[in-house]
C-alpha cells in the first residue's frame, strides 16, 4: 500500500491491524517470523538512515511483528528496538518542530507526518507497555521467591535495566506532545484515540505497586509532566478527572502519587480547576457507597488530606462541596475532611492580620473540629485531638479558643476509648508547652495578681467616671443637636401605616426601666426603636409619669422624648450618667491627657483578661492532672508512658499538683513492661538529674534539695521505689561525686543545715549505697560517730536512717551454695554494734516514740552484721529486762494502799520490753533460715567439693550408685532436707524452751495478751499482739497453741490497730505455717468487712497475697473481696479492683467462682443492696470474655431462676445475663432454657432487662441471625403481657414450629414438679470433667422434656467445653446458694 494513500487508524487492540477495515485503513500484511525479525530490523534501519522518520510508514510491520512475538524474541533484540524506536521518535520531534511553522506543508506531506507520528507513538507506547507487564510479572515471582538479587533477575529477563529507560521515554513522549502537532489533523482538531493512547500508558505505569517508592520518584515525575501537558494543550481534564476517580477507588498505593501529580499541575501548570473537578467528583459520592466501598473511601480520605497539606489554598475553595461528607457513615471520609480544615487553619487561615471573611472561614472550620471533638466514632475523636495538637503545636489557635479547646481535652480524658485518651494527654502537653501565658502555672502565684489588678481597673474606671462627670455636654445642647434627624425619622413613621412588631416591653418591666432603655437608644441614635418603643409605653403606662399627659400629634411626642432623655441623664443627685458620657463626644479635659487615659484603662483590662485567662487555664490543667494521675496504672503502655510524659511537663511548669503525679509514678519502676519502666527513669533523669545551676556544686544543690523533697512525709514504699530509681543512677555513673560529696559534708555537718535536711542527706547516702556499696562502705566510723555518738537526747530518727544506710553494704539475699567467700560480717566487738547496744539499752527507759523504730533497724542491722549477733541482742534484751525489774522494784504499790496490790510498772516500758523481744524473736528466726542455713550449705559444698579432688581415681569408679544418686541430684537434695530439718529442730525445740532468753518473755507475752481489761492500754496492746505473732511464727507447736488465741483478739479486739497489726501476723502465719491456719480461714475472710477502714485495707492486702500466691484455698467467701469494689473509701476499691485484674489472669477462676458469689452477694439474709450488686457484678463479669465461658454462665443463671424465690433474685440473675457478651449461641441457650424464666418476665424490671440484652444482640447481629432474635422477642413479650400462656397461645399460632419451645406439657411439669432442695452444698459448683456422648442436635434438645431435679448443662459439657473448667484442686466444694424465702417470713 503506498505511503501516501492509506490513513493509520489507532487500534483498540493489536488484532484490529490485522483485519480490513474501512477504506484506504491501514492494515498489516504479514506478521513476520521471529527469525527473520532481526533482519528486517535491520533493514528498517538502513530505511531510517536514508529516509528519517518516514520510514516507519514502509517498515510498521516489522515493529508490530515485534510486538505481537515480544515474550519470544532474545533480550537483545528487544533493547535494540526500544532504542531505534526512541531515536525515531526523537528525530520525529525534531523534524516536526520546524515542519509545523511552514505554511506551504502539502496536504499529502501533513498526512504522511501524521501516519508517522501515530505509527511512530503508538510502537513506542506497545513496546513501553509490554516491557512494563514483563517486568510487573518478574516482580510478583520475586515476592514469592523473596531473597536478594531481586535486581540482577529482571535485568536477566529483559537483557537491561527498564527501571532507568522508563523516564527517557516518558521525557521524549512530553517533547513530543509539547509540539503544536494539532495542526497535523484536519482542522486542527486532534482526535480522542491519540491523545488517549499516550495518557493512558501513563495511567497503566501508575498501576504498578512499586511506581511509589523513592527509586522511581524520577518516573513519577516524568509521568506528572506528561499528562501536565495533555491537560493543558489537549483538553484531558474531564478524562484525567474520571480516571483519577477510578483510580483512587482501586489502587490503595496510588492517593500520595497521585497528590504529588496534582500539585504539579497545579503549582507549574497552572490548572487550578482540575482540583474542583476531582473534589467535587468526590462530593457527590453516595454516603451509603462509600460505606460500603471501604477500600474507595480509604482512597479518598488520604488523597483529601494529602492534598490539603501540599495546595491548601486551591482546595480551599471546593470545601463546600465536601461538607456533606462530615455527616456520612464513613469515619475516614469524616477525617480527611477535618484533616483538610486543619490544614487551611495551619497554612491559610492563620495570622492577626486576616480579613473578615477569613477569619469567619477559619471560625467556622474551628467550630466543625471542636464539635467532631464528640463524633461517634474513636478514631474520629482522636484524630480532631491530634489536628488540634497541630494547631496548638504551630501556635494557629486564637486566644479567644483556648478555654474550649482545654476544656475538650479534659473532657475527652475519660473517653471509652484509649487512643482518644492518649491523644488528648498529648493535647493538653502541648498546650503546657506552647501556652501564651506563663512558665509558672500554679493557682496560688496567678490568683493573686490577679485580684490584685481586677482592683486597680476598677479604681481606674472609678476615677474615670470621676473625672468625666463635669466634662459631660449639657442635655440640652445634646437634645438640640439630635432633634432635626429625630423630628424626620418620626416623620417617616408617622406618614406610614403602623407596623405590627413584637413587644418590646417585658410584663415585669416597670415605666423606670423603659425610660432607661428609651434614653440609651436616644443616645446610641437608635429613633426608630426609640420611637417606637416609646409608642408602646404610652399605651402600657398610661398612669405614670410622663407617659400619662403625651399628646398624640408630632410635637407632643418630642416633648415627651425630650423630657425622658434629659432627666435621664441627670441621677438621682444630679450626677451625670457614666454611659452617655463617652468617646462619642470630645471631653473638656486636654485631649492628650484624655487619650492617655483612655490607653492605660484599654491597657490595664487586656493585663486583667490575660491574667483571668491564665488562672482559668491552670484550673482547667488541675482539673486535668486529677483525672490523668487516674490512668497512670492503664493496661495499655502507650497511655503510661503519655501520662508519665505528661507530669514531667506539668512539675516543669511550677504546677503545685503536678509533684502527687510525679510521685505516683515511682511503683511503676517496677513494671514489667520495659518500656514503662524505661519512661520513668527517663522522667526522674530530666526532673532531678539536670538541674539549672551555674557550677557543679550549684547543680548539686539543686538536685539534692529537689530529691530531699521526694522524702518527706514520703511512705516506706515510696521510698523503696525512689531507692531503687537512684540504684540504677548510681549504677550507670549518672549521679555525680560532686553531689555524693555534698551529701556527705551535710551528714556531717561541714555545711551548715538543720536536722531534717541532715537526716534525709543520711537517707540518700543509704539509698545510693544499694547501686554502689563503697559510698557507705569506705565510711563507715564516718557514719557510726555522726548518727550513734554519745550524745543526750540522742536523735533517733537520724540513728535510724544511719543504721538503714550502713544494712546497704551487705547483700541481704541467702547465700548461693558453692561461693567461695564466706558473707561480710563485723567482730562482735565493732564500735557499730558498742554503740547500738548502748543505744537500746540507754534509751529503753526513756518514753521517746522514736526509740521503738530505732530499735527494730538496730537489732535487724546486728543480726544481719554481726558475727554471733544472738549474744549482743540477748544482752540488749538482758540490760532492758534488768531496767524494767529495777524500776519494778523503785515503784512502792503507794497507788494501791491494799497489801495484796502487786507493784507496777510503767507502761511504757512493758510495751519498750514486749516489742524489743519480738523483734529479737523473729530476727533470730530469719538469721537462722537464711544466714545460719546457707552458710552451712555453702560450707557442705566446699567440703564436697575439698573431698572430690582428694579421692583417688579407683575410688571414683567404685560406687556406680552414688554417682547415679548424684547424677540425679539426690544427694544435694537429702542434704539440703538435713539443714532444713536441723534448722526446723533448733525453732521448735529450743529457741523457747526453759534455758533459752526469748522463753522467759513468753509468760509475761500472753498474760498481757490474756487481760486486755487489765492491760488496756492502746499501744501496748498493739506491741504485745504484734510480738505474740512474731514469736508464733518460731514455733509450729507454739504457734497451734496460741491461734485461738490470736484469732479471738482478730475478733474481738476494740482496737482497729490491733485488729490490723493481728491481719498481718495471721497472714504471715498462713505462709509459714498453711495447714495450720487453714481451718481458721473463713475468719481472715471476715475482716474484709470489719467497720474500720483501716482494718479492711489491711485485710484486702493480705487476702490478695494469701489468694494470688496460692497460700489459702479460694472459697465462697471471695464474695467478701467482692464487696470491697464497693467500698466507700477509693483506695480500698482500688485494691480490691486490683486483685480481680491479677486474678482473672489465672485461668478460669473467677468464671469458677461467680455463681458462688452471684449467690451470696444476692442472698435476701447476708448479701449486698440492690444498686451495689450491679456495681459489683458489672466488673467481675467484664473478665468473662470467652464464649464457651458465656454460654455456660448463661445456662447456669437460667437454671437459677428456678431456685430463685424472691423478686430481688430475679432482678439481680436477669441483670447478670445482660451484662454478659452474649452471641448467637448464648442466645440459644436461653431459648433452650426460656421455661426456666419466662414466668419471671411479668415482672417489669425483669422484662426490660431482656429487652435490653434484645438491644444488644441486635447491634451485632448478622442478616441469618435477626429472626431468631425476633423469635425471642415475640416470646418475651407474649409472657409479659399473658404469662406462660402467652407462649401457648404463640407457638399455636406459629402452627406448632418444632423450633419454639413444646408447648403445655413441659411447662406444666416445671410450674408444678417439686425442685431438688437448694440447699445441698453441689449447688452451682463446677463438676470434675467427664467424657460423656456426642450431643444431638439442636431441634432434639429442644423437643426434650424437662427434668425436674435442676442440672445445668455446663455439667455435660463436651470436651471443647472443658478449657473453661477448673482442676479438682482448685475446684471450691463448699458454697452457699441462695436460700429460699420461708413464706412465713414474707407473710409477716
Not at 477569619?359 to 467556622?364: K, L
Not at 544482752?875 to 503507794?894: R, V
Not at 404463640?1290 to 411447662?1307: C, H, R
Request: charged share 25%.
Amino acid at each position: 500500500m503506498s505511503p501516501h494513500n492509506f490513513e493509520f487508524h489507532l487500534p483498540l487492540s493489536p488484532e484490529e491491524l490485522l483485519k480490513s477495515g474501512g477504506v484506504n485503513q491501514y492494515v498489516v500484511q504479514e506478521v513476520l517470523p521471529i527469525k527473520h525479525l532481526p533482519s528486517q530490523l535491520k533493514a528498517f534501519q538502513s530505511a531510517f538512515r536514508a529516509q528519517g522518520p518516514l520510514a516507519i510508514l514502509e517498515h510498521f510491520d516489522t515493529i508490530y511483528s515485534i510486538l505481537h512475538h515480544f515474550r519470544s524474541i532474545e533480550p537483545g533484540l528487544k533493547e535494540d528496538t526500544l532504542e531505534f524506536l526512541k531515536k525515531v521518535v526523537s528525530c520525529h520531534s525534531q523534524e516536526l518542530s520546524s515542519l509545523l511553522d511552514d505554511a506551504a506543508l502539502s496536504g499529502s506531506d501533513r498526512s504522511a507526518h501524521l501516519n508517522a507520528l501515530k505509527m511512530n507513538c503508538y510502537a513506542l507506547i506497545r513496546f513501553l507497555e509490554s516491557l512494563e507487564n514483563m517486568t510487573s510479572r518478574t516482580s510478583l515471582i520475586d515476592l514469592d521467591i523473596g531473597g536478594k538479587g531481586k535486581k540482577a533477575r529482571a535485568k536477566a529477563a529483559l537483557g537491561f535495566d527498564w527501571e532507568e529507560e522508563r523516564q527517557p521515554v516518558l521525557q521524549l513522549l512530553t517533547q513530543l506532545l509539547q509540539l503544536d502537532i494539532r495542526h497535523l489533523w484536519n482542522h486542527s482538531v486532534i482526535e480522542e484515540e491519540f491523545v488517549s493512547l499516550v495518557t493512558g500508558c501513563c495511567y497503566r505505569l501508575l498501576e504498578n505497586p512499586t511506581i511509589g517508592h523513592q527509586k522511581n520518584r524520577s518516573t513519577k515525575e516524568a509521568i506528572a509532566h506528561l499528562l501536565g501537558v495533555a491537560l493543558v494543550r489537549y483538553n484531558h481534564m474531564l478524562s484525567a478527572t474520571v480516571k483519577i476517580i477510578q483510580m483512587l477507588q482501586h489502587f490503595e498505593h496510588l492517593p500520595s502519587v497521585l497528590v504529588t501529580a496534582v500539585s504539579l499541575w497545579v503549582t507549574d501548570y497552572g490548572m487550578k480547576s482540575i482540583v474542583g473537578e476531582i473534589v467535587r467528583e468526590i462530593g457527590q459520592k453516595c454516603a451509603q457507597e462509600l460505606s460500603r466501598d471501604t477500600a474507595g473511601a480509604k482512597g479518598f480520605a488520604v488523597f483529601l488530606a494529602e492534598l490539603a497539606e501540599r495546595i491548601p489554598a486551591v482546595l480551599m475553595s471546593s470545601m463546600c462541596i465536601l461538607l456533606d461528607h462530615l455527616d456520612g457513615e464513613n469515619y475516614m471520609m469524616r477525617n480527611a475532611v477535618l484533616a483538610a480544615m486543619a490544614e487551611m487553619v495551619l497554612q491559610v487561615l492563620n495570622g492577626d492580620q486576616l480579613e473578615e471573611s477569613a477569619r469567619e472561614t477559619r471560625d467556622q472550620f474551628l467550630d466543625i473540629l471542636q464539635a467532631h471533638g464528640h463524633d461517634v466514632n474513636s478514631f474520629v475523636r482522636s484524630r480532631v485531638l491530634q489536628l488540634f495538637t497541630r494547631i496548638v503545636q504551630q501556635k494557629a489557635l486564637p486566644l479567644t479558643r483556648f478555654q474550649a479547646v482545654v476544656a475538650l481535652a479534659v473532657g475527652r480524658l475519660a473517653d471509652k476509648s484509649v487512643l482518644v485518651c492518649k491523644n488528648a494527654i498529648q493535647l493538653l502537653a502541648s498546650f503546657l508547652a506552647n501556652n501564651p501565658f506563663s512558665c509558672k502555672l500554679s493557682d496560688a502565684d496567678l490568683a493573686g495578681p490577679l485580684q490584685k489588678e481586677i482592683q486597680k481597673l476598677q479604681e481606674m474606671r472609678a476615677q474615670r467616671r470621676t473625672a468625666a462627670a463635669p466634662a459631660a455636654l449639657d442635655p440640652e445642647e445634646e437634645w438640640d443637636a439630635m432633634l432635626p434627624e429625630l423630628k424626620s425619622t418620626l416623620q417617616q413613621l408617622l406618614r406610614l401605616p403602623q407596623e405590627e412588631v413584637d413587644e418590646q416591653i417585658a410584663d415585669a418591666e416597670t415605666a423606670e426601666e423603659v425610660k432607661g432603655r428609651i434614653r440609651q437608644l436616644l443616645s446610641k441614635a437608635s429613633y426608630k426603636q426609640a420611637i417606637i418603643l416609646t409608642r408602646e409605653a404610652t399605651s402600657r403606662f398610661q398612669e405614670s409619669e410622663p407617659f400619662s399627659h403625651t399628646e398624640p400629634e408630632e410635637n407632643g411626642f418630642l416633648n415627651l422624648l425630650g423630657i425622658i432623655f434629659k432627666a435621664s441623664t441627670q441621677g438621682p443627685h444630679g450626677d451625670t450618667d457614666p454611659e452617655l458620657t463617652g468617646s462619642k463626644d470630645s471631653p473638656s479635659v486636654p485631649e492628650p491627657e484624655g487619650s492617655q487615659t483612655n490607653d492605660e484603662l484599654v491597657k490595664q483590662e487586656m493585663l486583667v483578661q490575660y491574667l483571668q485567662d491564665a488562672y482559668s487555664f491552670s484550673q482547667k490543667i488541675t482539673e486535668a492532672i486529677g483525672i490523668i494521675s487516674k490512668m497512670m496504672y492503664e493496661n495499655t503502655t502507650t497511655v503510661v508512658q503519655e501520662v508519665i510524659e505528661f507530669f514531667v511537663m506539668v512539675f516543669q511548669f511550677g504546677v503545685p499538683q503536678a509533684l502527687f503525679g510525679v510521685r505516683r509514678m515511682l511503683p511503676l519502676i517496677w513494671s514489667k513492661e520495659p518500656g514503662v519502666r524505661e519512661a520513668v527513669l527517663n522522667a526522674y533523669r530530666q526532673l532531678y538529674l539536670s538541674p539549672k545551676g551555674d557550677s557543679a556544686r550549684a547543680k548539686a544543690q539543686a538536685l539534692i534539695q529537689n530529691l530531699s523533697l521526694l522524702l518527706v512525709d514520703a511512705s516506706a514504699g515510696t521510698i523503696q521505689c525512689l531507692e531503687e530509681i537512684l540504684c540504677e543512677f548510681v549504677q550507670k555513673d549518672e549521679i555525680k561525686p560532686a553531689v555524693i560529696q555534698l551529701l556527705w559534708e551535710r551528714a556531717t555537718e561541714k555545711v551548715p543545715c538543720s536536722p531534717l535536711e541532715r537526716c534525709s542527706s543520711v537517707m540518700l547516702l543509704g539509698t545510693m549505697a544499694r547501686g554502689k556499696p563503697e559510698i557507705v562502705g569506705s565510711n563507715l566510723d564516718t557514719l557510726v560517730s555522726i548518727g550513734l555518738d554519745e550524745k543526750f537526747p540522742q536523735d533517733y530518727r537520724l540513728a535510724q536512717q544511719v543504721c538503714l544506710a550502713i544494712a546497704n553494704i551487705s547483700d541481704r539475699r541467702k547465700p548461693s551454695l558453692g561461693e567461695r567467700h564466706p558473707p561480710f560480717r563485723l567482730p562482735q566487738e565493732h564500735r557499730l554494734f558498742e554503740r547500738l547496744q548502748e543505744m537500746v539499752t540507754k534509751g529503753f527507759a526513756h518514753p521517746d516514740p522514736l526509740w521503738i523504730p530505732f530499735k527494730e533497724v538496730a537489732v535487724t542491722l546486728t543480726y544481719q552484721l554481726a558475727e554471733g549477733p544472738e549474744v549482743i541482742c540477748a544482752h540488749m534484751l538482758q540490760g532492758c529486762a534488768k531496767q524494767a525489774l529495777e524500776k519494778l522494784e523503785e515503784n512502792p504499790t503507794e497507788a494501791c494502799p491494799k497489801e495484796t496490790a502487786a507493784p507496777k510498772l510503767p507502761t511504757f516500758l512493758l510495751m519498750n520490753l514486749l516489742s524489743l523481744a519480738g523483734d529479737v524473736a523473729l530476727q533470730q528466726l530469719v538469721h537462722l533460715e537464711q544466714a545460719v542455713s546457707g552458710e552451712l550449705g555453702r560450707r557442705r559444698v566446699l567440703r564436697e567439693e575439698q573431698e572430690h579432688k582428694t579421692k583417688g581415681p579407683k575410688e571414683k569408679t567404685t560406687s556406680s550408685e552414688t554417682t547415679m544418686e548424684e547424677e540425679l541430684g539426690l544427694v544435694g537434695a537429702t542434704a539440703d532436707d538435713t539443714e532444713t530439718e536441723l534448722i526446723r529442730s533448733i525453732c521448735e525445740k529450743e529457741l523457747l524452751d526453759g534455758n533459752q532468753v526469748l522463753a522467759a518473755f513468753v509468760p509475761l507475752l500472753l498474760k498481757v495478751c490474756n487481760n486486755p481489761g487489765s492491760y488496756s492500754n492502746p499501744d501496748l496492746c498493739a506491741a504485745a499482739s504484734l510480738a505474740l505473732g512474731k514469736f508464733c511464727m518460731i514455733s509450729a507447736p507454739f504457734c497451734d497453741s496460741q491461734l485461738r488465741l490470736l484469732f479471738t483478739m482478730l475478733e474481738k479486739s476494740s482496737l482497729p490497730t490491733v485488729r490490723s497489726n493481728l491481719m498481718v501476723v495471721t497472714g504471715d502465719l498462713a505462709i509459714r505455717f498453711p495447714n495450720l491456719v487453714d481451718p481458721w480461714t473463713p475468719h481472715l475472710y471476715a475482716r474484709l468487712r470489719d467497720p474500720a477502714q483501716q482494718v479492711r485495707r489491711t485485710a484486702g492486702l493480705v487476702m490478695t497475697h494469701l489468694i494470688l500466691k496460692d497460700m489459702v484455698k479460694v472459697k465462697g467467701q471471695v464474695s467478701e473481696m467482692a464487696v470491697l469494689l464497693i467500698d466507700p473509701v477509693s483506695q480500698i476499691a482500688a485494691l480490691a479492683k486490683n486483685f480481680f485484674n491479677e486474678l482473672s489472669h489465672k485461668g478460669n477462676a473467677i468464671y469458677n467462682l461467680l455463681p458462688d458469689i452471684i449467690s451470696r452477694l444476692s442472698d435476701p439474709e447476708g448479701g449486698v443492696e440492690e444498686e451495689p450488686f450491679h456495681t459489683i457484678m458489672k466488673q467481675l463479669l467484664s473478665y468473662i470474655t470467652k464464649d464457651k465461658q458465656t454460654e455456660s454462665l448463661v445456662e447456669k443463671l437460667c437454671q437459677r431462676f428456678r431456685t430463685a424465690r424472691t423478686e430481688r433474685q430475679y432482678r439481680d440473675l436477669a441483670y447478670c445475663m445482660s451484662q454478659l457478651p452474649l452471641t448467637e449461641r448464648g442466645l440459644h441457650k436461653m431459648l433452650d432454657n426460656f421455661e426456666c424464666f419466662g414466668d419471671k418476665l411479668v415482672d417489669e424490671s425483669v422484662f426490660s432487662v431482656f429487652l435490653s440484652i434484645v438491644g444488644k444482640l441486635r447491634r451485632g447481629a448478622k442478616p441469618e441471625g435477626k429472626a431468631i432474635i425476633d423469635e425471642f422477642e415475640k416470646k418475651l413479650r407474649a409472657c409479659h403481657t399473658r404469662g406462660m400462656d402467652g407462649i401457648e397461645e404463640l407457638e399455636t399460632g406459629q402452627g406448632g414450629s418444632q423450633q419454639a419451645l413444646s408447648a403445655k406439657k413441659p411447662s406444666a411439669v416445671s410450674r408444678l414438679q417439686p425442685l431438688t432442695s437448694v440447699d445441698s452444698d453441689n449447688d452451682f459448683v463446677t463438676p470434675n470433667p467427664r467424657r460423656t456422648k456426642p450431643r444431638r442436635p439442636q431441634t432434639q434438645q429442644r423437643k426434650s422434656q424437662r427434668k425436674a431435679k435442676v442440672v445445668f448443662s455446663s455439667d455435660e459439657s463436651s470436651e471443647d467445653e472443658l478449657s473453661a473448667e477448673m482442676t479438682e484442686e482448685e475446684t471450691p466444694k463448699k458454697t452457699t446458694p441462695i436460700r429460699r424465702a420461708s413464706g412465713h417470713r414474707h407473710r409477716s
